[in-house]
């Protein structure tokens, strides 16, 4: 079974360019998780998907991050202007979640590490 | 705000003993836990689940659970130096496990 795939793996822009990341989830996954993780921190939730729909993007940045799912399968993360905070992996991941069953395994990509300078 | 709390360490064990990683946290209404080891520079994997209080065992690994005192732990038994990871703490308001909040993880040292 292939796993969650995101591209690119690294990316180094100057602050106030823009980037894109991409994630292709696990066939038939229907919850698709953007973190970010700053080195030495844990994941932080950025925005969640249930299919199409947007489920948390409560600690997404909207005024500069984006995110879309479109068809209920990939995703793109922008960031637009980018700031120096914005260096970290941006790790994407995925859940089966069928109803009544009991996972909480998320499947994660290997992430996109940004460095802005 | 809700937060996962881990001691960064790093915890140092020799090869063959227990090692012991602990986790609090702070939103009461949290469901379900799990453990997520992540080796430097790759994404973090599940290792252990756990939702009801007390131990639950897999292999060389025993999660135990105290609601009452928002406490979660991981024990591993004979520890191997591929163990060496940084292990990762997250909370649920899910029995399902969606919106996992991560702790920092704590980074384990496995010495031969």
């Known amino acids: 079974e292939a796993g969650v795939a995101q591209s690119p793996r690294y990316k180094i822009i100057e602050k106030r360019q823009s980037v894109a990341f991409w994630c292709n989830p696990i066939?038939?996954?229907?919850?698709l998780y953007w973190y970010q993780q700053i080195l030495g921190q844990g994941p932080k939730l950025l925005i969640q998907?249930?299919?199409?729909?947007?489920?948390?993007d409560s600690q997404l940045p909207k005024d500069r991050f984006s995110a879309e799912r479109l068809k209920g399968v990939d995703s793109t993360l922008k960031i637009q202007p980018a700031k120096l905070e914005d260096s970290a992996v941006y790790l994407c991941?995925?859940?089966?979640?069928?109803?009544?069953?009991?996972?909480?395994?998320?499947?994660f990509g290997e992430g996109s590490r940004l460095t802005v300078l | 705000q809700k937060e996962v709390e881990q001691n960064s360490g790093p915890l140092s064990v020799p090869e063959g003993a227990i090692a012991s990683l602990n986790c609090t946290y702070s939103?009461?209404?949290?469901?379900?836990f799990f453990w997520y080891r992540q080796y430097s520079g790759k994404s973090p994997e599940l290792i252990m689940s756990?939702?009801?209080?007390g131990d639950k065992e897999d292999g060389r690994f025993t999660a135990q659970l105290n609601k009452a005192s928002q406490y979660v732990s991981l024990l591993i038994r004979d520890s191997q130096p591929s163990d060496s990871a940084t292990y990762l703490c997250?909370?649920?308001?899910?029995?399902?496990?969606?919106?996992?909040?991560f702790g920092a993880g704590t980074i384990l040292r496995v010495k031969s």
């Open positions: 991941a995925s859940s089966l979640d069928r109803t009544g069953v009991r996972t909480g395994e998320l499947f």
């Open positions: 066939s038939g996954h229907a919850t």
């Open positions: 998907f249930q299919n199409n729909g947007v489920v948390d």
């Open positions: 939103d009461r209404v949290s469901q379900s």
């Open positions: 756990i939702y009801s209080n």
């Open positions: 997250a909370a649920s308001p899910s029995e399902y496990g969606n919106k996992l909040v």
